[in-house]
């Protein structure tokens, strides 16, 4: 646990940057912090392992106020990941990852088998290992970064813009892993980011700040969604809150599922026909639902050039977004849901799922 209180940072000028910052965040949960540049964001997080000073209040680790710890002892019980990795250049990957641990006492040797555990935790090829940070790409040294923080076993990690130096796919591919090694290390954690879509997906509490580093909410993104406690908080979640909501709430049921005929890529236009009297009909690539295929085309067989790939496929388990996205990007508008494998376990009508939206909307009233 994590706690500000009355935290307050001003400078010589008179800028005052923290204002007053009162908050709890929950021991083994993400905290995350978020608001336009310039409130205090990165500020509030630097007071954490007193790369900054507070010029008033007290912020404790588990009770314990930080203002009386020895800094050194303190970075190292909180590990610290920052936008571009921040790696050290001269050293190989794996000295990069083992170096906190190094240094806090442990044997060269463990901290080395340690670190390559730690590759594989963060989805990293082994023989990456003797690289240096510059032979990777930007998404790698994230990974490295998130590996290095980890390296000490932390109980609280601090995370400032982790993901935000990649492009949005990779980003994307980072924060689904991270989420994972989080279920497993359920490490305390702050992080700054100033995306809301990131602070929503990964926060189980989020802190939004306004200008003047003075905290305008602090709830979980359901309840930010919601209700949110004044105008600021409300632009600043965005227009689309009535969509976002969706993404709270998992889609529907296995057995609400109507069966969805699928055909393999490279069958015949009478094969289809065959299979299926609808107009479109689901077209699968070695069991993997890929796209729909047009059977009032005039084509001899199926090929990835006369099927439509724009469609979006629903995860099993995954949330009402999700189905929601599949069945407007689908031609016949049906979402379809998939399993681990993308092998199609069946589909529902438009309709149905805008009905799962209402009766979601009716709830929250
Ligand atoms: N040493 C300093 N002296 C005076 N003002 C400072 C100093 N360091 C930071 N600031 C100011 O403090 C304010 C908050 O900075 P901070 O980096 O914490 O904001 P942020 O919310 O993280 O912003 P961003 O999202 O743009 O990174 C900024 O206006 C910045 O100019």
Sequence with gaps: MITFNNVTKHYDDGTVVVDGLNF?????????????????KTTSLRMINRLVEPSSGTIL??????????VVQLRRRIGYVIQNAGL????????????????????????????????EVVGLAPQLAKRYPWQLSGGQQQRVGVARALAA??????????FSAVDPVVREQLQEEFLRIQKEVSKTIIMVTHDIDEAMKLGDCVAVLKPGGKLAQLATPGELLNAPQSEFVADFIGRDRGYRKLSFHTSAPLTALQAEPAIEMGATLAQARGISAQRWLLVTQQGKACGWFDTHQQVTVIAPENVNLGATFSPQGGTLRQLLDSALSSPCHRAVVVDEQLAPLGSLALENVLDACKSLTQEAL
């Excluded at 709890?24 to 905290?31: D, F, Y």
Aim: charged share 20%; net charge negative.
């Design 153 to 162: 076993d932390p109980e609280f990690m601090l995370m400032d813009e982790p």
């Design 61 to 70: 680790l588990n009770g314990e106020s930080t203002a009386q710890m020895d």
């Design 24 to 40: 709890v965040a929950p021991g083994g949960k993400i905290t995350v912090l978020v608001g336009p540049s310039g409130c205090g």
């Design 88 to 119: 050290f250049p001269h050293k190989t990957i794996i000295d990069n990852i083992a170096t906190t641990a190094i240094l806090n006492g442990a044997a060269k040797s463990k901290a080395r088998a340690r670190a390559a555990e730690l590759l």
